[in-house]
């Protein structure tokens, strides 16, 4: 009979363990206990004061549940506001979500009017996974995939729609300083880049659903970050959709920049609707962030490599399906096949030929 209360107490007490209230969070002051303490972690619904970034610098082999709404008192600054780091980790938006509350923020000037913050930066490695994470309402760029490795995003679901015309630089995902990073299956909502690959390695983009931004982009050339080159190597974007956007495929570097490379690109079985601009445009004339005269290699992009990127343009004024500015000896070995563009209103303009493609 002891011997039984004793085993029954013992069920109890194990039974009772899991529920360490302070692995479930629900203000932002327990959060830094629950990061330090707890391999399991829930975060419910609360408020992040002004000016605070909701710091998740988790241990190996956490995980976070989201089931609440995380928002984030008015303040203007650059955020971010959430960053996740930690090796192994998984994420999962069990339901909950991030709302950045954009509409006290957004005027129409993104980057250079009042200062907003950007959304969430990743910094994971070593076989991190998120799962379904939602974002809405991003006062400008959204998701910041920055000094990671070895990561791998997969549902996500992105959406800025909300904002408009009013919407500005929210771009979905920026990566830069980062290898080996996997995005698969997530739809972007928004007023600029889709995806913008800076600088890195070895990124997968799979089953991406992209709607009112500026299309698929790698932008090279903007900054050294941390000391990194401008290079960008072995990229793959696979069965996307891009609709009702600026552009389709977008490949820019920045002749301002210094030196740099991009190499081993594949764009395959992508599909368009709805572009207003170029269905593809790949450029190396972007100076002080927008178009700028004759273009120049010191960034040479080579290896580009198009299969079946198919669809329609908008017919607006300005669209063209396949634009292509290369400086002297900056394009080399690109191969296309399948490039089909239908319902441009300019012919498309090429100062290079890739084998495959007629322009
Ligand atoms: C519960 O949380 C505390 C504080 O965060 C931590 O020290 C402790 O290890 C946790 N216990 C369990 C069983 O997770
Ligand atoms: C290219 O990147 C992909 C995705 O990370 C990776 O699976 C593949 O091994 C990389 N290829 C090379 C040659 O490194």
Redesign the pocket.
């Known amino acids: 009979m002891y011997r039984l209360s004793l085993l029954l107490s013992a069920v109890i007490a194990a039974s009772a ?1 899991p529920l ?1 209230a ?2 479930t969070v629900s203000s932002y002051s327990d959060v830094s ?2 990061t330090s ?2 391999s399991t972690i829930t975060l419910e619904s609360f408020t992040v004061p002004a000016g605070k970034t909701l710091t998740l610098k988790l241990k190996t082999s956490a995980t976070v549940n989201l089931v609440g709404r995380i928002n984030f008192a008015y303040h203007e600054w650059n955020g971010p506001l959430v960053e996740v780091s930690g090796s192994k980790v998984t994420f999962n938006g069990a339901g909950g979500y991030f709302d950045g509350e954009g509409a006290n923020y957004w005027e129409g000037h993104g980057d250079t009017g009042k200062t907003k913050p950007k959304l969430l930066r990743i910094k994971t490695k070593s076989g991190s996974n998120f799962n379904d994470v939602n974002i809405i309402n991003c006062p400008r760029q959204c998701v910041s995939i920055n000094s990671a490795s070895d990561t791998t995003l997969t549902g996500w679901n992105i959406d800025v729609s909300a904002a408009g015309s009013l919407g500005s630089n929210t771009d979905g995902f920026d990566i830069s300083s980062s290898h080996g990073i996997t995005i698969r299956n997530a739809v972007v909502k928004n007023q600029d880049d889709c995806v913008a690959i800076n600088q890195g390695s070895n990124f997968l983009f799979e089953g991406l659903y992209c709607s009112g931004g500026h299309g698929l982009s790698l932008s090279v050339g903007q900054s050294s970050e941390n000391g990194n080159p401008n290079t960008v190597q072995n990229v793959t974007f696979s069965d996307c959709t891009v609709e009702n956007s600026r552009n389709g495929i977008h490949v820019k570097t920045h002749k301002d920049a210094g030196t740099g490379s991009i190499s081993d690109v594949t764009y395959k079985n992508i599909k368009l609707s709805g572009i207003t601009n170029y269905g593809i445009n790949v450029q190396e004339n972007y100076a002080n962030g927008g178009d700028s005269g004759d273009p120049v290699g010191n960034i040479p992009i080579t290896n580009l490599n198009l299969q079946s990127v198919t669809g329609s343009m908008s017919g607006d004024s300005n669209s063209m399906a396949v634009y292509i500015l290369c400086g002297n000896g900056g394009c080399s070995n690109w191969a296309w096949s399948g490039i089909s563009i239908y319902n441009a209103k300019l012919s498309n303009s090429c100062n290079f030929t890739p084998s495959g493609f007629y322009c």
Request: overall charge neutral.
């Open positions: 363990s360490n302070s692995c206990s629950a303490g707890c």
